[in-house]
């Protein structure tokens, strides 16, 4: 199925400029991912502060749109500029999922939503970025099948959360969508591991 994810190969044309300034000033593709993932922890700590105010929520569709630009250039310099490391593999999985959780469980203390939803979609939401990454170790790539993979989750993420700003969307709509993201993210779960083991698979000649 489709994903955003598939739109990524436009989005670093629009990012190569910066990132060729960024790399000329000698910053890196690690210090790059770091920063993406404490700021994520940063806004995900102010918005669950003021989780009462609708407006912070404001600062998910913001930030989400800067993240996605942020993880770009680090995959750009990394790949581009010869900055591909072991140590910048485990950096980019691990400050993923750290910013999935610090931006998807402030949505759990708004009044009415449903704590084990929320719940639900952060933990599928792991699940299926290492399914995704469990794809090298069966001799498969990494995996980032959608229909939600991380960029859908974003986008998702930002709409909801720019709802919620505006006062536009209630608890229980919020249910409603979280609810068929989580199922999305099961899908997604099984569809990596399906596409892995296809990817891998070898045809046994019948005897």
Not at 7 to 18: G, V
Not at 34 to 61: D, K, M, N, Q, Y
Not at 134 to 163: E, I, Q
Not at 164 to 182: C, K, Q, Y
Request: glycine content about 8%; charged content about 15%; some cysteine.
């Amino acid at each position: 199925m489709p994903s955003i994810y598939q739109l990524k190969p436009a989005f670093q044309n629009l990012l190569r400029p910066l990132v060729q300034r960024l790399f000329d000033n000698g910053t890196t593709a690690n210090q790059i991912t770091v920063l993406a993932g404490v700021i994520s922890v940063v806004v995900g700590i102010a918005i669950a502060a003021f989780a009462e105010h609708a407006w912070v929520f404001a600062l998910i569709p913001v930030w989400m749109i800067l993240r996605m630009a942020l993880n770009a250039i680090d995959g750009m310099l990394a790949r581009e500029f010869g900055q591909q490391s072991r140590l910048g593999a485990y950096l980019n999985e691990l400050c993923d999922i750290v910013a999935d959780c610090a931006l998807i469980l402030p949505f759990a203390l708004i009044a009415d939503v449903s704590l084990l939803i929320v719940l639900a979609v952060t933990l599928l939401a792991l699940f299926s970025e290492y399914s995704g990454v469990l794809g090298p170790m069966v001799g498969a790539s990494r995996r980032y099948d959608g229909p939600m993979g991380k960029s859908d989750r974003a986008f998702v993420l930002g709409v909801v959360a720019t709802g919620i700003a505006l006062g536009w969307i209630s608890a229980l709509w919020i249910n409603v969508v979280f609810a068929v993201v989580a199922v999305l993210l099961a899908y997604t779960l099984v569809n990596r591991v399906r596409q892995g083991l296809k990817e891998v698979q070898v045809d046994v000649p019948s005897a």
